[in-house]
């Protein structure tokens, strides 16, 4: 199919859109790679992370590949999946790099998007309208830049939207101009953290470089996170199979470093913690962590892993720490409260049961709403 002057408003001359599920996977390899030369750096769409997403997916996903003169110009990996709200009711669901089943997707992607050429890809909106012209009823994208997405002229539903962190690393060149730009009283506190725990014994930040380290690592990091989240809602992703395998051969097939990065922080013989970040060329995105806190309630852990890491960034020349979505504090205290939303979001088409589906939430909502000012009166 085409995409001809005229879907909506756009002009996407020349190019050449299909969605299969007949493609192979070492032409994929070569195709995605060569395009991400040409797209933004993003490390969750790099062929690096797609590559262990698809080694654990119980389903071949579906290609999206638009081209221009034959040479790919955008692409996108979709699950599909029928979703049943009601007896008798179907919804043709399409996820972008996700399965839409919460144990697969707590892999977690965020900066979520399709692989687009730079300067020649097509824009979102020609292939959200091409998606939803073959006969699907819902695309999910996401999370993603908000920005980039409700910009699109399609009916819509947010369905997760969340705060996003990240510091600006310019004009930072060391760890004393890093603490000198954030607030005195967080400032204060890193430096009387790293101050007691040095009167006190040897700390040290360590990187684990090789295979067996990082495995070991690995496994230390997943049992501290085991322990920390026992009893919330939710539990440790550690517990679940597919997180598991997922990352640890994402970091341990990191041959060289350059992708993602496992930090421990070290008080003399006790471990403190660890922090995974991966990274895409001029940003490090903090992942996730798993760490103990101190007795000692004037030493704030988590402040100064941060800020060390932080230093390490300034002597790689890394222009951005990203603390990706999720509302913490500390997130708000180390980034100097530069921030972005990301959101999931769901573009449908508007036949009328989708429509009536989409009214019975919002009557949910607002009655769920009314409830809560009730309850809060």
């Given amino acids: 199919m085409f995409l001809r002057s005229g879907l909506n408003g756009l002009t996407e001359q020349n190019v ?139 009916h819509y539903r947010q369905e997760i939207v969340s705060t996003s962190y990240s510091l600006d690393l310019k004009n930072i060149a060391s760890k004393k ?66 997180f598991f395998i997922f990352h640890k051969s994402l970091i341990i097939d990191d041959v060289d470093n350059s992708k993602t990065k496992l930090f421990q922080l070290i008080h003399n013989n006790r471990v403190y913690g660890y922090i995974y970040l991966l990274c895409d060329k001029n940003a490090w995105k903090f992942y996730l962590s798993a760490i103990k806190t101190d007795n000692d309630n004037r030493i704030k852990i988590g402040l100064l892993f941060h800020t060390l890491i932080i230093e390490q960034a300034t002597h790689a020349n890394i222009l951005n720490y990203d603390f990706l979505a999720g509302e913490a504090r500390y997130k708000s205290e180390l980034s100097k409260n530069s921030t972005s939303v990301q959101s999931l979001i769901c573009f449908y088409n508007p036949k009328p049961i989708i429509m009536l589906r989409e009214l019975l939430r919002k009557i949910k909502r607002h009655i769920w709403s009314i409830r809560k000012k009730q309850q809060h009166a």
């Fill in 16 to 154: 050449r859109v299909s969605l299969t599920r007949n493609w192979d996977i070492h032409q994929l390899a070569v195709n995605w790679q060569c395009l991400e030369l040409r797209a933004k750096p993003n490390a969750f769409i790099s062929w690096f992370w797609i590559s262990h997403w698809l080694s654990i997916c119980d389903k071949k996903p579906l290609l999206l590949c638009a081209y221009r003169n034959e040479i790919p110009v955008a692409m996108g990996l979709f699950t599909d999946k029928i979703f049943t709200p009601f007896p008798g009711i179907k919804i043709k669901q399409l996820w972008l790099h996700k399965t839409g089943q919460p144990e697969d997707d707590q892999v977690w992607i965020e900066h979520n998007d399709f692989l687009l050429d730079d300067e020649n890809g097509p824009s979102r909106e020609a292939l959200i309208s091409f998606l939803l012209s073959q006969d699907y009823d819902e695309v999910h994208v996401g999370l993603s830049s908000e920005e980039l997405l409700l910009s699109i002229p399609q």
């Fill in 177 to 242: 101009s890093y603490l000198d730009s954030i607030s005195k009283s967080v400032k204060k506190q890193i430096i009387r953290s790293e101050k007691i725990l040095e009167q006190t014994g040897h700390l040290a930040l360590r990187q684990a470089t090789d295979k067996d380290e990082k495995a070991l690592f690995f496994e230390e990091m997943a049992e501290f996170h085991r322990q920390r989240w026992a009893d919330s809602e939710y539990g440790s992703g550690f517990d679940n199979n597919k």
